[in-house]
């Protein structure tokens, strides 16, 4: 048997190093743990060298593995693209399409899409993955992305997804009753405020606007989520005021669970954006996906 390894391989390695998970990398690949770590055990036998540090909860490249991979990472970038090319000459479009979307985006843009695009597209297996961080889809092995057009690199494509985002500041009647409503965004300093945390660790100051001007306000109070749906609940429940996306409050604010405050200072709305990479060949599914976008069939 040759001692070089084969495309496949290599691409389970640059998979491991990538994720720093066995588990992970497994998932992608669609193999067992077990046997990807045989896999990988074996490739360094037959290199004679240790590409992987293993300890018991993390994986990580060596010196030698780290090389390996920057030579690698373009490498099955430039095969993908002739793959895609060659694929992109079928009349159906077929493939795996890889997404990585922050997850208000999935609930509010893709939650509704997702059987309508199936149904036009059978032959494409869309993965998408909920992501409220700022990940780089490229170095990720992610076809594009879903993020609101401010966080984007400016080298990337962009393309609009369904309509402009509000936020809005909510309450229920019952804290209200008890802490009395802000009439200005400064009122909310003296406020029980459910703060929103970025995946980064980073709290997100709340985004109001006075004659054109912006404000941005950071509040504080007895609880930090990261979930829009446990904010609204919390909100609901009488534990503060929240600051949510519009669409996925609209429910609770027509039924009077809560109580939309505030609304004369929003902010001008936001809108997501699908992008990805100019610098690769876009591939079928997600020209696809494109296409489906721009004909109008991805609505809020």
Avoid at 210 to 217: E, H, N
Wanted: aromatic share 8%; with cysteine.
């Amino acid at each position: 048997m040759s001692n070089h390894p084969d495309l496949s391989e290599l691409a389970a390695f640059a998979a491991v190093a990538r994720h720093r998970s066995f588990r992970k990398a497994a998932d992608e690949r669609g193999v067992s743990a077990s046997a990807l770590s045989h896999a990988m055990r074996a490739l360094e036998a037959r290199l004679g060298i240790r590409l992987l540090n293993r300890t018991t909860r993390s994986v990580t490249p060596t010196e030698a593995g780290q090389q390996l991979l920057s030579t690698l990472v373009p490498s099955l970038h430039q095969v993908a693209d002739t793959l895609a090319q060659l694929t992109s000459m079928q009349e159906v479009p077929v493939g795996k399409l890889r997404l990585n979307v922050a997850r208000p985006a999935a609930r509010i843009v893709f939650a509704q899409m997702l059987a309508p695009f199936v149904a036009r597209y059978p032959r494409i297996q869309l993965d998408l993955i909920t992501d409220d961080g700022l990940t780089d889809i490229v170095n990720g092995g992610f076809d594009a992305g879903v993020r609101f057009g401010e966080s984007l690199a400016g080298d990337m494509i962009a393309v609009p997804v369904g309509t402009p985002q509000s936020f809005v500041t909510v309450a229920a009647d019952v804290y209200l009753a008890a802490k009395g409503i802000a009439h200005a965004p400064r009122d909310l300093l003296d406020h029980a405020c459910i703060a929103r945390r970025f995946p980064s660790g980073k709290l997100y100051a709340w985004e109001y606007q006075a004659d054109g001007q912006p404000i941005r306000l950071s509040v504080t109070g007895p609880l930090i989520l990261e979930d829009d749906a446990l904010m609204i609940q919390a909100a609901k429940d009488g534990a503060g005021i929240a600051y949510v996306y519009e669409e996925l409050a609209r429910d609770e604010i027509r039924s009077g669970h809560l109580r939309e405050i505030l609304q004369e200072w929003k902010a001008p709305p936001s809108r997501f954006f699908l992008y990805y990479s100019s610098r690769r060949h876009v591939p079928p599914a997600l020209k696809a996906l494109i296409e489906f976008i721009k004909a109008g069939d991805l609505r809020t």
